[in-house]
Nanobody
Framework: VQLQASGGGLVQPGGSLRLSCVAS???????MGWFRQGPGKERELTAF????????NYHESVTGRFTISRDDAKNTVYLQMNDLKPEDSAVYYC??????????WGQGTQVTVSS
């Protein structure tokens, strides 16, 4: 499965962006996640969604501001990001795999939050 992430860009603090991750194949049997890596930082799991959306988890820094969702019919995962802060600036990657693993990754999309 190949993943194509899009939707990044430059946004002012307090603004919103919606990231999309389109898969080349069916994702219904895979857990999916969004990771991010800021300048000089480790890559971190930002949001996770399990099979059928039954399990959803967020990094504590984005809880209440970000929402992950999936549309298996479209083989697409979304990350709605609201109330963006400068510290959210990073390259965002989508990834997926069988539960417990991330076997395939997208190329990343840059999000920059700045006034």
């Amino acid at each position: 499965v190949q993943l194509q992430a899009s939707g990044g860009g430059l946004v002012q603090p307090g603004g919103s962006l919606r990231l999309s991750c389109v898969a080349s194949g069916r994702i219904s049997r895979y857990s999916m996640g969004w990771f991010r890596q800021g300048p000089g930082k480790e890559r971190e799991l930002t949001a996770f969604i399990g099979l059928n959306g039954g399990t959803i988890n967020y990094h504590e820094s984005v809880t209440g501001r970000f929402t992950i969702s999936r549309d298996d019919a479209k083989n697409t995962v979304y990350l709605q990001m609201n109330d963006l802060k400068p510290e959210d600036s990073a390259v965002y990657y989508c990834a997926g795999g069988i539960p417990g693993r991330f076997d395939f990754w997208g190329q990343g999309t840059q999000v920059t939050v700045s006034s």
